[in-house]
């Protein structure tokens, strides 16, 4: 069953059209990446599925399980289940990343199912070993002054947290080393094992440029954007393809149509 | 009524001022140098060239309304270790005494003090004097509550740090209505701070105003900071209809450090004007001066930072900031900072910003959950806490309450 469905989706951005009538199903339980080249929106159509203001769908839908989430504002979608990883995530001064995560984590479970101190404490513990973060990171002010490899580090930290039905990680593995690419994608099959249980079947677009976040966090189904629509799509192995010929061969064939 | 007749009735006012209050001479002739001070003054505006304008409904031009007549500000202390720290309280100059009245004489090059403070220190009609010992350790702030029940009140605290002692003072300020509330009692407050922070001292001196809004409150603070001695001062403003702080350190002597940060949360029709200035004028001396606010509604907010370094201050540094936050297209904010440096041997640096919460980071907030109002709230609260987790718990979970009262309160009208 599909958790995610876009039909034909545009989306403009201050007026310029970067989504062009986009298709896409993301499966429960399923890993999907979705690779393309630079100014191919990628990173519009990971905001425009979480509500980004400034990104306006000008027609087609979004489906969270079958229902329209268009006119939910961003925390509604992700109090539905949506969980967006930032390419670049916001600092927040004077904002620990406790207190925040406790925030966000209650507001996502909703007020009768609310996680008790001592419970969060240690779930945020465990999650934080795996992730192998000190734990003096939850007195530190939310991603201010942390490194590139932190802040994704934090991002995951929240994935695992709020454990959504879906999460978008908006290349997520730019700016990793290999050590904490390895970190990462650890915490990303984490999230997907606990959906082992059939009736909690969680899924994860991956949205990248490059293969080596692929090489951990091994996707069931791959789609290329170019040009603001899905070119083509394939299986896993379409990775390997890619790694060798480039996107070229996708434009000129698309051209030949 | 003629402008003569006016100022003859400032004279009648400070006459029976000192009647009332049983001056000894030296007191009367030290509050008429004062208002003598004061009237030489030209009159007060509240435009600035930045083009924010204030109005603070007070005519420093006529006496009515700005000279005590009658009761006093309640002052109550808790936490006070009397051992190491002595506490002298009266309506009038006369309990400190000519010569420590003397030591607290301006001898600055702190620019000349404003009609309003001139006019707190001539029209004062509660007096404090706090001595901390010599190299008194007091890890307890020492809390002192003023009360106005009636108006107009000044009050004037003395503090004398003595060389080597560390301590440190919480002001809270209150009146008979709450922050948020119209009703309540209405007139003029003010304040004046002065102290003396011996060698190697360490001052932290905290002001929690929380006066109803029907209140309009001038105050002057000065700290004279002595050889490797530290004066931090911390404004928390959240009441008031209007405020107008000025806190000013000077660095008097070589290692001389000081910290100044204001925070201020308004609403409503609430004007802050705040005003600090660190006065460099000895070698390798410090200053940090951060002033950090919200406004909402038709709040309005300037704040002004000085930071002045002398021709014999080699070696300092000095550093100010400022910070404003609109959160309605009705609020007005505007930050002036100001350098003067007169010596080539010093780091110095200044900013200010005013704008409203990124949307941005709200939108970061709402992707993982947190609805709008609490996204708001989130970042209200992280702007200030920096500088609260500098405060002991007394001063900070006043702000907080406070603020969680008035402004965050507010974002429902």
């Known amino acids: 069953m599909a958790f995610l469905q876009i039909k034909d989706l545009h989306v403009r951005v201050e007026g310029k059209e970067i989504l062009k009538g986009l298709n896409l199903t993301v499966e429960k339980g399923t890993v999907h990446a979705i690779m393309g080249p630079n100014g191919s929106g990628k990173s519009t159509l990971s905001n425009a599925i979480m509500g980004h203001p400034r990104y306006e769908v000008t027609s087609g839908d979004i489906l969270l399980e079958g229902e329209s989430i268009l006119k939910m504002k961003p925390d509604e979608r992700a109090r539905k289940g949506l969980f967006l990883s930032f390419q670049y995530p916001e600092e927040i001064e004077g904002v620990t990343i406790s207190n925040f995560l406790r925030t966000a984590v209650n507001s996502v479970r909703g007020e009768k199912d609310k996680l008790s101190v001592l419970k969060f404490k240690e779930a945020v513990k465990e999650k934080m070993k795996l992730l192998m973060m000190s734990p003096d990171f939850l007195s530190r002010y939310l991603n201010k002054g942390f490194s590139g490899g932190e802040k994704k580090r934090a991002e995951i930290l929240q994935l695992l947290m709020l454990n959504p039905g879906l999460a978008v990680l908006d290349e997520t593995d730019s700016g990793l080393d290999i050590d904490a690419l390895k970190v990462v994608s650890e915490g990303v099959n984490s999230f997907m094992k606990k959906g082992s249980h059939a009736s909690h079947e969680k899924s994860v677009l991956i949205i990248t440029h490059y293969k080596r976040i692929l090489n951990y966090v091994k996707p069931d189904k791959v789609s290329i954007l170019i040009d603001g629509r899905i070119a083509l799509e394939g299986k896993g192995d379409l990775v390997d393809h890619l790694e060798d010929k480039g996107y070229g061969w996708i434009v000129e064939e698309q051209a030949k149509k | ?413």
């Not at chain 2, 809390?143 to 919480?170: E, K, M, R, Y």
Request: net charge negative; charged share 25%.
């Open chain 2, 1 to 413: 009524m003629s402008k003569k007749e006016k100022e003859g009735s400032f004279e009648a006012g400070l006459q029976a001022l000192c009647t009332r209050l049983g001056e000894p001479k030296w007191a009367c002739a030290e509050r008429m140098d004062f208002l003598k001070a004061m009237k030489s003054l030209p009159p007060v505006s509240f435009k600035y060239g930045s083009g924010v304008s204030f109005d603070s409904g007070i005519d420093f031009e006529n006496p009515k309304g700005l000279i005590p007549t009658a009761g006093s500000v309640r002052v109550t202390h808790s936490n006070a270790d009397l051992a190491l720290v002595e506490m002298i309280q009266g309506p009038g100059l006369g309990i400190l005494g000519e010569e420590v009245l003397a030591l607290f004489r301006d001898t600055s090059d702190s620019p000349a003090r404003s009609r309003s403070a001139l006019l707190n220190s001539a029209f004062t009609n509660n007096v404090l004097l706090i001595k901390v010992k010599e190299s008194a350790r007091i890890d307890k702030p020492v809390i002192l509550d003023l009360h106005a029940g009636s108006l107009p009140q000044i009050a004037s605290v003395f503090i004398l740090a003595g060389a080597n002692s560390s301590s440190s003072v919480i002001f809270r300020l209150s009146s008979s209505s709450s922050p948020d509330a119209d009703e309540g009692i209405k007139g003029y407050f003010g304040l004046s701070i002065k102290a003396l922070a011996g060698k190697g001292s360490d001052l932290k001196l905290i002001n929690l105003q929380n006066l109803g809004q029907g209140i309009v409150f001038f105050d002057e603070r000065k700290a004279d900071v002595m050889k490797d001695a530290r004066v931090d001062w911390f404004e928390l403003s959240l009441g008031s209809g209007y405020a107008n702080n000025s806190i000013i350190s000077n660095l008097k002597e070589e290692n001389a450090s000081t910290v100044i940060k204001t925070l201020f949360a308004g609403s409503r029709n609430q004007m802050f004007d705040v005003c600090t200035a660190a006065y460099h004028e000895a070698a390798r001396t410090r200053s940090d001066l951060l002033s950090r606010g919200v406004v909402n509604d038709e709040a309005k907010a300037l704040s002004r930072g000085m930071i002045s370094i002398g021709d014999a201050a080699f070696g300092s540094e000095g550093y100010e900031r400022q910070d404003a936050l609109l959160l309605c297209d009705r609020s007005e904010a505007d930050a002036i900072p100001n350098l003067e440096i007169r010596n080539h041997d010093v780091k110095c640096s200044h900013g200010s910003t005013v704008g409203q919460l990124d949307s941005e980071k709200i939108f970061y907030l709402l992707s993982r959950g947190i609805n709008f109002e609490d996204a708001k709230r989130l970042m209200i609260k992280g702007f200030f806490a920096p500088t609260l987790e500098l405060l002991p718990d007394e001063a900070k979970s006043g702000f907080e309450k406070s603020l969680d009262a008035t402004i965050i309160g507010g974002f429902s009208r």
